[in-house]
């Protein structure tokens, strides 16, 4: 089993940043991709960015490119999300997910394990 444990939401004002943090443990040999994911109440769960094992494949939803960036630290089994600019329509439950493999991917159903999430809250 894999457990991954997000910190770093908060409330901020709009124009504001936070770091997110995802650290992996458990069976967390090999190789793997992360993502991050957010949900806003009443709301699907959607892709905000994903890192592949190596870190040479990113990828941003639209609504976060420019603003958001993604980077891991494999020897530290760690992703992060570093958001900047952000906006009350950011506000959401971030969630961080892990997939098998070297390829990150931008679906829900395409990761294999879940953290409990982390509230994010921007006021305008």
């Known amino acids: 089993q894999v457990q991954l444990v997000e910190s770093g939401g908060g409330l901020v004002q709009a124009g504001g940043s936070l770091r997110l943090s995802c650290a992996a443990s458990?069976?967390?040999?090999?190789?793997?991709?992360m993502g991050w994911f957010r949900q806003a109440p009443g709301k699907e769960r959607e892709f905000v960015a994903a890192?592949?094992?190596?870190?040479?494949?990113?990828y941003y939803a639209d609504s976060v490119k420019g603003r958001f960036t993604i980077s891991r630290d494999n020897a530290k089994n760690t992703v992060y999300l570093q958001m900047n600019s952000l906006k009350p329509e950011d506000t959401a439950v971030y969630y961080c997910?892990?997939?098998?493999?070297?390829?990150?991917?931008?679906?829900?159903?395409?990761?294999?394990?879940w953290g409990q999430g982390t509230q994010v809250t921007v006021s305008s």
């Open positions: 997910a892990l997939r098998w493999g070297i390829v990150a991917g931008t679906t829900v159903n395409e990761y294999d394990y």
């Open positions: 458990g069976r967390t040999f090999g190789s793997y991709a």
């Open positions: 890192i592949s094992w190596s870190g040479g494949s990113i």
